[in-house]
């Protein structure tokens, strides 16, 4: 039987002196940068004056996370007839990856495990789950595994822990439940196989509490995962007949409690999305992150942080073609990254091997339509793809990440000044800082000038690893042209360039250790109190501000915790702590921690915003607002921001609107009366609303320009 296809789907300068107790500046944009000139680093004088194309700016003061041990991972499936060959072990080891999923998508929710059996799917032979493990093993990863919620029940689920943990000691440590099961069928559209008479987001959310206590009544270290919607992907948005809330929402406000990640998937389009169009979307994949965890924190509140996000399946396309060629190596690259830096935990390549699809020419090459790493070694016609686990373009893309860092290592912020060259880096453990640049352009190279602040390198050459048209696999460079200060990728291409850091810089030359996590203690409409786990060695602490590549001091104090003033009504801020020792010498960054303040709640005015109704790509949404002063407002004007650049105003009744870039400016209508003090009258207005990714609402509203409460 040929190979399931996806289903488709709709569419630092010296250190300022310090007081003894905290001080906090003001707010963050007007603050200047705590690092001097001295601390930004081009390593050396170029030879070569001629302009660059690019700028790239790292930062290593600006931590973006640590690698996981799961950070890069694929897919499995029970189909698959060359799963378990010892190539795959191999070939999935030396690029570093860390966990593998099973049993393969949707065939999760027909899947047996006892019996080994898919009631109408197709089980290759050698695929059972002892024989899986054996190839995670092999390449020393983790399985991460999906209970099947379609056909199965807790207790079925608890056996396969039992075996797993227990009988067999797999120490089998991530579990899902279920795998796109808001695709049942409730919504209209229905792939994912599920013979629950309740199809509904409440139905599941019930079930996930009842697996969670079976499953961890066998094992209580196990993480069980619950699936949610991409925000911005169908049915996102969505409410069916009778739920209280779309799909995540409704599922998120019952099961915080018991589960430990959930689980998203993202897939650029459908079959005729290409790598390009694909990578120029993963501009979104950030907000789209932003708002999982914002939907966490107000489902799970301080409990937030404990629950982790999973990518667990991603490609350009939902399959069809334009898969194989060097474009989706560099998406490949591309979506490990960004996604990685921007709150996921893992993230899954759809997936191992997948067999050919629709046979198409793409940079000279021919792309077989195959959403697998490897190949199968299928055909279309008279075209067959090259022998079984032959790997394909988006293998050493993921590849080409492990190049960059490994578990333990931190991501750190990377900004590039050209739209066709992206930039990751990872600051290493043993000093090195690594940095990624994908080259988009398929027929110019582009020289990057590269600028660092925190980390100044030392005068060796670095060591650069490339992947570029010509090359059978990630290859060395040493042709000496490359600099800790400027580098050339080529077309299409992509460079990893390591730097050893000047003996006595850095966070290794610091006595103090690396703060703890901060936390966000309470958080007002104006005010931010943080805190954190003290390092060891730490004279004092500076808590700094980051957008982009760029970071500014905001707080610093010599206890742990500080509270930052001045803050914007409504407001988003990142920030890291970094602890100095006696010397003003920096350790290495905090995690980062991300906030926003909300509204104040003894203004003179309120607004209320409800989405009345959604379709994943737009809305209806209705404003009210009251005049809380003790005189008559007459002539209102009310005005917002959208949270992301993606969402507008199509049209509206009750009132005149008006939008330039996020801004939306709404008129009271002609005649209209005069809004009563002390809410004594309401003005309402709706509009029809678009969305090109997530829709999360906007987090502050203001009447005739003074900030209300609500929102």
Same mark, same amino acid.
């Given at each position: 039987m040929p190979?399931l296809?996806?289903?488709g789907?709709?569419?630092?300068?010296?250190?300022?002196?310090l007081?003894?107790?905290?001080?906090v500046?003001? +707010?963050a944009?007007?603050l200047?940068?705590?690092?001097?000139a001295?601390?930004?680093?081009?390593?050396?004088?170029?030879a070569?004056?001629?302009?660059a194309?690019v700028?790239?700016r790292?930062?290593t003061?600006?931590?973006?996370g640590?690698?996981?041990?799961?950070?890069?991972?694929?897919?499995?499936?029970?189909?698959?007839s #060359?799963?378990n060959?010892?190539e795959?072990?191999?070939? @999935?080891?030396?690029?570093?990856v860390?966990?593998?999923?099973?049993?393969?998508g949707?065939?999760?929710?027909i899947?047996?495990w006892?019996?080994h059996?898919?009631?109408?799917?197709y089980?290759?032979?050698?695929?059972?789950?002892?024989?899986? @493990?054996?190839?995670v093993?092999?390449?020393?990863?983790?399985?991460?595994?999906?209970?099947?919620?379609g056909?199965g029940?807790p &207790?079925?689920?608890a056996g396969?822990?039992?075996?797993?943990?227990v009988?067999?000691?797999?120490?089998a440590?991530?579990?899902?439940?279920?795998?796109?099961?808001?695709?049942?069928g409730?919504?209209g559209?229905?792939?994912?196989?599920?013979?629950?008479?309740?199809?509904?987001?409440? $139905?599941?959310?019930?079930?996930?509490r009842?697996y969670?206590?079976?499953?961890?009544?066998v094992?209580p270290t196990i993480?069980?995962g619950a699936v949610l919607t991409t925000?911005?992907?169908?049915?996102?948005?969505?409410v069916? $007949?009778g739920?209280?809330?779309d799909?995540n929402?409704t599922?998120l406000?019952?099961?915080?409690?018991v589960?430990?990640?959930?689980?998203?998937?993202?897939?650029a389009?459908?079959s005729?999305?290409?790598?390009?169009?694909?990578?120029a979307?993963?501009?979104?994949l950030?907000? &789209?992150?932003?708002e999982?965890?914002?939907q966490?924190?107000r489902?799970?509140g301080?409990?937030?942080?404990?629950?982790?996000?999973?990518?667990t399946?991603?490609?350009?396309?939902?399959?069809?073609?334009?898969?194989?060629?060097?474009p989706?190596?560099?998406?490949?690259a591309?979506?490990?990254m960004?996604?990685?830096?921007?709150?996921?935990?893992t993230?899954d390549?759809w997936d191992? #091997?997948?067999? +050919?699809?629709?046979?198409?020419?793409v940079?000279?090459e021919?792309?077989y339509?195959d959403m697998g790493?490897?190949?199968?070694g299928?055909?279309?016609?008279?075209?067959c793809?090259?022998?079984?686990?032959t790997p394909?373009h988006?293998?050493?893309g993921?590849? @080409?990440t492990?190049?960059?860092?490994?578990?333990?290592?931190?991501?750190?912020a990377a900004?590039s000044?050209?739209?066709d060259?992206?930039a990751?880096?990872? #600051?290493?453990?043993?000093g090195?800082?690594s940095v990624?640049?994908?080259n988009?352009?398929?027929?110019?190279?582009?020289?990057?000038?590269?600028?660092?602040?925190?980390?100044?390198?030392?005068?060796a050459?670095p060591e650069?690893?490339?992947?570029a048209?010509?090359?059978?696999?990630?290859?060395?460079?040493?042709?000496?042209?490359?600099?800790?200060?400027r580098?050339?990728?080529?077309?299409?291409?992509m460079?990893t360039?390591?730097? +050893?850091?000047?003996?006595g810089?850095?966070?290794?030359?610091?006595a103090?250790?690396t703060p703890?996590?901060?936390?966000a203690? +309470?958080?007002?409409?104006?005010t931010?109190r943080?805190?954190?786990d003290?390092a060891?060695?730490?004279?004092r602490y500076?808590?700094?501000?980051?957008?982009?590549?760029?970071?500014w001091v905001?707080?610093?104090?010599t206890g742990?915790?500080v509270?930052l003033?001045?803050?914007?009504?409504?407001s988003?801020?990142?920030?890291n702590v970094?602890?100095?020792?006696?010397?003003?010498?920096?350790?290495?960054p905090s995690a980062?921690?991300t906030?926003?303040?909300g509204?104040?709640?003894?203004?003179?005015?309120?607004?209320?915003?409800r989405?009345?109704t959604?379709?994943g790509?737009?809305?209806?949404?209705?404003?009210?607002?009251?005049?809380l002063?003790?005189?008559?407002i007459t002539?209102?004007?009310?005005?917002?921001?959208?949270p992301?650049?993606?969402?507008s105003?199509?049209?509206?009744?009750?009132?005149t609107? #008006?939008?330039t870039?996020?801004?939306?400016?709404?008129?009271a209508? &002609?005649?209209?009366?005069?809004?009563?003090?002390d809410?004594g009258?309401?003005?309402?207005?709706?509009?029809?609303?678009?969305?090109d990714?997530?829709n999360?609402?906007?987090?502050?509203?203001?009447?005739n320009?003074s900030v209300?409460?609500?929102?």
């Amino acid at each position: 039987m040929p190979p399931l296809r996806r289903p488709g789907r709709p569419a630092a300068a010296g250190p300022r002196p310090l007081a003894r107790t905290a001080t906090v500046l003001a +707010a963050a944009l007007a603050l200047l940068p705590l690092l001097g000139a001295a601390d930004v680093a081009p390593a050396a004088p170029r030879a070569d004056p001629a302009a660059a194309d690019v700028a790239v700016r790292v930062n290593t003061q600006a931590s973006l996370g640590r690698l996981s041990d799961v950070a890069r991972g694929v897919n499995a499936a029970i189909w698959d007839s #060359h799963m378990n060959d010892p190539e795959v072990a191999t070939l @999935m080891k030396a690029a570093d990856v860390g966990a593998m999923r099973y049993p393969g998508g949707s065939y999760a929710d027909i899947y047996h495990w006892e019996t080994h059996t898919a009631p109408g799917g197709y089980v290759a032979p050698g695929t059972g789950f002892d024989s899986f @493990m054996g190839t995670v093993r092999a390449t020393g990863a983790q399985p991460i595994l999906i209970a099947n919620y379609g056909s199965g029940t807790p &207790e079925e689920a608890a056996g396969w822990v039992r075996y797993a943990n227990v009988t067999k000691d797999y120490g089998a440590k991530y579990w899902e439940i279920g795998n796109e099961i808001y695709g049942n069928g409730h919504y209209g559209n229905g792939w994912e196989h599920d013979d629950h008479e309740d199809k509904s987001p409440r $139905e599941y959310a019930r079930q996930v509490r009842a697996y969670a206590k079976a499953m961890k009544a066998v094992d209580p270290t196990i993480k069980i995962g619950a699936v949610l919607t991409t925000p911005g992907h169908w049915p996102d948005g969505v409410v069916g $007949e009778g739920d209280p809330g779309d799909w995540n929402h409704t599922v998120l406000s019952e099961v915080t409690d018991v589960i430990d990640f959930v689980s998203v998937h993202w897939y650029a389009g459908g079959s005729d999305t290409t790598a390009e169009d694909a990578m120029a979307r993963l501009t979104g994949l950030p907000g &789209e992150l932003r708002e999982v965890r914002a939907q966490l924190d107000r489902h799970a509140g301080a409990d937030s942080p404990r629950i982790g996000i999973a990518l667990t399946e991603i490609n350009t396309n939902t399959g069809g073609a334009r898969l194989t060629a060097r474009p989706n190596g560099l998406f490949a690259a591309d979506a490990f990254m960004t996604a990685l830096e921007n709150g996921v935990f893992t993230v899954d390549w759809w997936d191992t #091997h997948n067999g +050919a699809g629709r046979i198409t020419t793409v940079d000279g090459e021919t792309d077989y339509g195959d959403m697998g790493m490897l190949s199968s070694g299928t055909c279309t016609g008279d075209v067959c793809e090259p022998s079984p686990n032959t790997p394909f373009h988006p293998y050493y893309g993921m590849k @080409m990440t492990g190049e960059l860092g490994t578990a333990g290592d931190t991501m750190v912020a990377a900004a590039s000044s050209g739209q066709d060259v992206s930039a990751h880096a990872v #600051h290493r453990r043993d000093g090195r800082l690594s940095v990624l640049l994908i080259n988009k352009d398929p027929d110019a190279a582009r020289t990057v000038d590269l600028a660092y602040t925190g980390f100044t390198p030392s005068a060796a050459a670095p060591e650069v690893s490339r992947y570029a048209r010509g090359d059978s696999d990630i290859t060395d460079v040493t042709d000496g042209e490359a600099s800790a200060s400027r580098v050339t990728v080529p077309p299409y291409g992509m460079l990893t360039v390591t730097l +050893a850091p000047k003996a006595g810089t850095g966070p290794g030359a610091s006595a103090a250790g690396t703060p703890g996590d901060p936390r966000a203690e +309470a958080v007002t409409d104006t005010t931010a109190r943080l805190s954190w786990d003290g390092a060891q060695g730490a004279a004092r602490y500076l808590v700094q501000a980051r957008d982009g590549a760029h970071t500014w001091v905001v707080g610093e104090t010599t206890g742990t915790s500080v509270t930052l003033r001045n803050l914007p009504p409504g407001s988003t801020h990142t920030v890291n702590v970094l602890a100095s020792d006696a010397s003003g010498r920096l350790s290495a960054p905090s995690a980062p921690l991300t906030f926003t303040t909300g509204t104040p709640p003894d203004a003179a005015c309120a607004v209320t915003y409800r989405r009345d109704t959604s379709w994943g790509n737009g809305f209806v949404a209705t404003v009210t607002v009251r005049n809380l002063s003790d005189v008559p407002i007459t002539g209102w004007t009310v005005d917002w921001d959208w949270p992301t650049d993606r969402q507008s105003v199509s049209s509206g009744w009750n009132a005149t609107f #008006h939008q330039t870039g996020r801004h939306v400016r709404v008129t009271a209508p &002609e005649g209209a009366g005069p809004l009563a003090p002390d809410g004594g009258s309401t003005a309402s207005f709706g509009f029809v609303g678009g969305n090109d990714g997530p829709n999360p609402d906007p987090t502050v509203f203001r009447l005739n320009g003074s900030v209300c409460s609500g929102g």
